[in-house]
């Protein structure tokens, strides 16, 4: 088996213990939503990801099957972190936009594992030869606005909202982090999908450290 499948064929990373976690700035321009709107988000290509590689264990850990993720799997799933980032969020109403960047975080975390076969921790995945992790990174943009993974969860998420069980839906891609999540997140489940995320956690071993 290659180390490739060995490390990556389960979502089993070494945690990010060494991450300091940032305190929330709010990115005041991303707090502006459209509550006139009645558009919905379409997370189906990232529920049909999830479906096919995120795999629940007996031990209360959902897994990932990096290694078995076919390229048509990958496209679509690059494909769909383009959908979203070719948009703008800010036209959106606020509970339609909390399951967006949700998702949006998930699917990028995902995408950078899976775009660094050969690395053993997600630690040793950012650019640059003194980074620490992908999480300052600037992944993506949005209307104009370069963003990375630390700017949706800390300068966005967590300001905007202000709900601690966000800690529970956004994946670190480790072992130690709360599980991804089978199915996306949406403007009509994410409230009862917060709560499972939060119970799960705080009832396993791994959240007596979180």
């Known amino acids: 088996m290659s180390r490739f499948c060995m490390t990556l064929c389960f979502f ?5 213990g060494a991450y300091a976690e940032s305190e929330p700035e709010v990115w005041s321009i991303w707090s502006v939503s459209d509550e006139s709107i009645d558009t919905t988000i379409d997370h189906g290509a990232w529920g049909e990801f999830l479906g096919r590689y995120v795999q629940a264990h007996e031990s209360g850990i959902n897994f990932v099957a990096y290694a078995d993720v076919a390229s048509r799997d990958r496209i679509a799933l690059q494909a769909y972190i383009k959908r979203l980032t070719d948009g703008d969020p800010r036209q959106l109403r606020k509970t339609e936009q909390l399951a967006y960047w949700v998702n949006l975080y998930n699917a990028l975390t995902v995408e950078v594992v899976l775009r660094n076969p050969n690395e053993d921790s997600i630690l040793d995945m ?8 992908p ?3 600037k992944l993506i943009e949005i209307a104009g606005e370069s963003l990375s993974l630390d700017d949706i969860e800390h300068r966005i998420l967590r300001p905007i ?4 069980r966000l800690h529970y839906a956004v994946n670190c891609a480790s072992i ?35």
Not at 12 to 16: D, E, M, R, S
Not at 126 to 133: A, K, R, T
Not at 161 to 164: A, P, S, T, Y
């Open 135 to 137: 999480w300052s990174d």
């Open 161 to 164: 909202w202000r709900d601690h």
């Open 12 to 16: 089993v990373l070494v945690a990010p």
């Open 176 to 210: 130690s982090c709360p599980n991804l999540a089978t199915v996306p997140y949406t403007a009509k489940n994410v409230e009862e999908m917060f709560i499972a995320a939060e119970q799960s956690y705080i009832n396993h071993s791994r959240g007596v450290s979180f």
């Open 126 to 133: 950012g650019d640059g030869f003194f980074s620490s992790g």
